[in-house]
């Protein structure tokens, strides 16, 4: 009867623990993504807002989206470029000789979505165009994160 008694504990006790270990890495995969994240975000947000937007000058040539697909990501001018990337491997593009490729992003996955959001009614009493741009960053795990910024062209 002991025995049975042990045995039971012991499998509600590993059972118990082989929960706890199978989701350990969430934390860092949530980490990472975020880091992620916020490393494409700053690149993107950098660009200028359309091909059309002249610095300094204003932009009356309405939101559009426009993409060359041809196009390779050391190309990329403005923030429409980003909305070709799809399921991309991020360290494929910031491996260099004097940047060693950093471990553990090579099984995450990137998808960028480039969108006009028009708001007419805006409080400034002007069409206020913007471009909102969704990251998607999905963990080796599966789990998809979702990260969203909006541009405008200031």
Known sequence: MTIVIIS???????GAYSLIVGRSADPLNQTRA????????????AKPFDEA????????GGCRVTIDPSRDRD??????????????VPSSYWD??????EGGYELFRVSVSVTCVNNPTSELGVDV???RIDITITDPSG????????????
């Open 129 to 131: 165009e913007v471009k």
């Open 53 to 60: 937007a002249d610095p300094g000058e204003g932009y009356g």
């Open 75 to 88: 190309d990329y001018r403005d923030v429409d470029d980003y909305d070709a990337i799809n399921s991309e």
């Open 34 to 45: 975020v880091a992620l994240a916020q490393r494409y975000m700053d690149e993107i947000l």
């Open 143 to 154: 789990n998809k994160y979702l990260f969203t910024a909006y541009r405008g062209n200031f």
């Open 8 to 14: 039971v504990a012991i499998s509600g006790v590993v």
């Open 96 to 101: 260099t000789p004097s940047t060693p490729q």
